[in-house]
């Protein structure tokens, strides 16, 4: 069984600019949610994904956009790329909703410059 | 409000020592979940146990055991005979509705340092 792969681990990205960021979900699982982790901060809920539909959205702006594949593997687009969205991205996936157990990837770390 | 709330920022023992990490939650909603997740130095959050609203049973799984109390809104988690492995940050977490959707409310965590 393969876990929950992220890609890149790393990433220098400039002001303005736009960036992907991918996750692979575990065998199995139907849902993928996104989190940001600023430094020496608790995980921030970004949003949820359940059979390629957006299934829930934390209190993040618009620019942060997702999507779920047939795979249920995901990608997380952020545009207009801000200093304050330098952070940890995490990606976990699941079965049904929030109530159940997730399995994190080893996330991307993104720094903006 | 739905809040998750872990005072000890950072706590430092001695390898072999007993060590408590308190979780305190706040949410409006009956029927809720308690979640523990383990963060190594590596980053990946690892699982290790969810706990619902009504199942108020202590549970213990090897070192680790974990105490429920409704009454005082608290899940805290115990090691037992610490060892340096399991150096990490430790997060407690609570699904709950907030935002207009049902997410995991996450605690800002304690980094618990063991000392060989």
């Known amino acids: 069984e393969t876990g929950v792969t992220q890609s890149p681990t790393h990433l220098i990205k400039t002001r303005g600019q736009q960036v992907t960021l991918r996750c692979s979900s575990q065998?199995?699982?139907?849902?993928v949610s996104w989190y940001q982790q600023a430094l020496g901060q608790g995980p921030q809920f970004i949003f949820q994904y359940y059979r390629e539909e957006e299934n829930g959205r934390g209190n993040f702006p618009p620019r942060f956009s997702g999507l779920q594949f047939p795979n249920y593997s995901s990608e997380l687009n952020v545009n207009a790329l801000e200093l304050d969205d330098s952070a940890l991205y995490l990606c976990?996936?699941?079965?049904?909703?929030?109530?159940?157990?997730?399995?994190f990837g080893p996330g991307t770390r993104l720094t903006v410059t | 409000a739905q809040k998750v709330t872990q005072a000890q920022t950072e706590i430092s023992v001695v390898e072999k020592e007993d060590v408590t990490l308190d979780c305190v939650y706040e949410?409006?909603?009956?029927?809720?979940?308690l979640f523990w997740y383990k963060q190594p130095p590596s980053g990946e959050l690892v699982f290790l146990i969810r706990?619902?609203?009504?199942d108020e049973q202590n549970e213990i799984s090897g070192r680790y055991s974990w105490n429920f109390q409704k009454s005082t809104s608290s899940f805290n988690f115990t090691i037992t005979a610490s060892q340096v492995v399991d150096s990490a940050v430790y997060f407690c977490?609570?699904?709950?509705?907030?935002?207009?959707?049902?997410?995991?409310?996450w605690g800002a965590g304690t980094k618990l340092i063991i000392k060989p």
């Open positions: 706990r619902n609203s009504f």
């Open positions: 949410t409006r909603d009956t029927t809720y979940y």
């Open positions: 065998s199995g699982h139907n849902t």
């Open positions: 976990a996936s699941g079965w049904s909703r929030i109530h159940y157990e997730q399995y």
């Open positions: 977490a609570l699904s709950g509705f907030m935002d207009s959707n049902y997410q995991l409310i």
